[in-house]
Structure formats: C-alpha cells, structure tokens
C-alpha cells in the first residue's frame, strides 16, 4: 500500500490525497511525503493508521521524510503506528491543548472517557465545545454501531486558532457503508456512491427498513453532521469503497442556509472511481465562529429531520397497492 502527503492535503482538495492511495500489497505500507512541507488534515492522519493496522506496524514506514513541519505527525501520534521512530524533537508543551491525537475508540465507554478527556484539553468556551463533543460523539457512535470494525475507530482533530475552527478525522476498518445498508436498502446500496446517499438520507438506518429507525437506532446521525457542516458553511466529506460524498462550502450571501434531507440538494461533488477503501472515513471542518445557539441548531435539524421522515412516509403510503 501507498500514500504521499503533499503541502495542503486539506479537504477541499482532498482528491490529490485519494488519487495517491494505493490499497494493493496489504501486507507493506509506505508513506512518501513533500520533501520541504506538509500540511494534512487530520482525517486523512487517521486513514494512515487503518491502513497502518492493516499492513501491521512492522511493515509501516516513511519515504523520504526530510519537511521541517513533518514533527506534527510525531504531534499527532503517527509514528506510534510504524516501525520508524520519530526524526523530530518536539516540545511536549508546545502549543498545549490545541489537538487531539491518534486514539483508538472501541466501545461506548472509552468514547466517553474520551470526550472527557480531551474536550478540555481544547481550552474553548464551554459553549464552544458542545458542538465539538455531539458530533464526535455521533461519528465515535456510528463506527460502533455500523462498521464492525475489530481496530474500533480512529479518532483526531486539530484546533486552527487563526480561523477558529476544529478539523475532525473518524475512519474504520470495517465493513463499508455499502454492506452496512445493503441488508435493509440492497435497491439504494447497488454502488457505493449511493449507499453513502442513502446513508445520508434522514431516518434511514442500516439496522432496519423502518422509515425513522428504531428506537436505539434513528438514522439521524450522518444527517445531522452534514447539516451542521452545511449550516456553519463547512467542508464534509464521507469516503467509503469506492463512493466519495464532498459537501462544499455554501454561498455565504444567503444568510439562513436550507437543510436539505436529500444530499443531492445540497452543493457537493460525488465520485465513484476512488482508490477502493474497505472501511469508511467521515471528515469535517467545523468552524466555531456561528453565532447561533447550539440547542437552536439542533432543534432545526431536528425538525427538518422528522419533516423529512413523515413525508417520505407519506408518499409511500399513498403508492397504489394491488391485491395478487
């Protein structure tokens, strides 16, 4: 397997980072990087590690890592996943409180224990992290519940001060979004593309065929993310198989940005034609400058959530039905 890290591996030019993927030789990994600089978003720190895991970490190592700014993978945790020790000497204290690095999350319990202890580190407003902590909450929640993935999720995030903004990064191992929905939606889920469209749709799970989820189970987690993305005019991205879902940025001269249930409405590009990746990764920017009340937030979404959800009821109740 393959992967170059470049000078600005971020997510709205997130396809020079995929097109370099190269699952093929799973037992070796070998990561090339710009020989002066990097710049990568956390997301794609975390699919080097699922890749990492996959080849093992004895067989895990860098090519030609001389860019000054390579300390922020020691930062990040990185090396903990390959065979090379850090080249870099890092202060332990530098920049203190700014990022959350490499972990691994299997279960609800160390999930929380996370959120716990690393949403302080962030040194934000408490009314600035309740954002942060129920979206990586969701992510942490959906790789659970969906991905049976045995390496759990891998988690990261990184705090830009400048732009007052936090970058996450959740990927997995596990099965993909496509077999995830293909056992209730097999119709919707014929390519990877659409899984992930389906999968975005409000109140479709990959648990049931049940309009709305189940009680444990609602279907709302992706499209809640999503619309807080779209709502804060923010990158998103969901990258499972073959099928790659990019929300991007929403023109900023409409002041109140509609909630779209179907993620064909909203500004994106798709592809279907990525390097295929057994697993998922779900990336986004969230900026913490809207001046909008968390709690508001979500009671919009949520109600655009239960608006979509009893049409869509609707409109398939009203299909003509025939006695055989």
Known sequence: ???????????????????????????????????????????????????????????????????????YLDRMGLFNFTSQPSPYTIKKHEEAGRFIPLTIIKNSTEQSKFITDMIPLLHLPA??????????????????????SDGGAIVAAQYYKKSNTIR?????????????????????????????????????SGTTNREGGTEE??????????????VARNYFMIY???GIY????HDKRIMNPKLHPNPEDD????RNDAPYFQGTLVAIDLSLND?????????????????AVRERKKARYKQPRFIQ
């Open 1 to 71: 397997m393959k992967a170059t890290l470049s000078t600005a591996d971020y997510l709205r030019n997130s396809d020079r980072f995929i097109n370099s993927l190269d699952f093929s030789d799973k037992n070796n990994f070998v990561i090339s990087s710009h020989p002066k600089w990097l710049n990568v978003h956390p997301a794609f720190l975390t699919l080097l590690v699922c890749m990492a895991m996959q080849a093992g970490k004895e067989n895990t190592k860098f090519h030609n890592l001389t860019a000054s700014s390579g300390h």
């Open 127 to 148: 009314d600035k992290t309740v954002a942060i902590k129920y979206t990586i909450g969701e992510l942490v929640r959906n790789v659970i519940e969906h991905s049976h």
């Open 168 to 204: 996450i990064g959740i990927c997995d191992t596990g099965i993909g979004i496509r077999k995830s929905m293909s056992r209730f939606w097999g119709s919707h889920a014929d390519t990877d593309i659409n899984a992930i469209m389906w999968a975005l749709m409000p109140g479709i």
């Open 217 to 230: 189970n609602a279907g709302a987690g992706l499209f809640f993310i999503k619309s807080i993305a779209q």
């Open 240 to 242: 499972s198989g073959s």
């Open 246 to 249: 990019k929300l991007l940025l």
């Open 267 to 270: 500004e994106h590009s798709k």
């Open 291 to 307: 001046g909008e009340n968390f709690t508001k937030l979500l009671s919009n979404i949520r109600e655009a959530y239960g608006k």
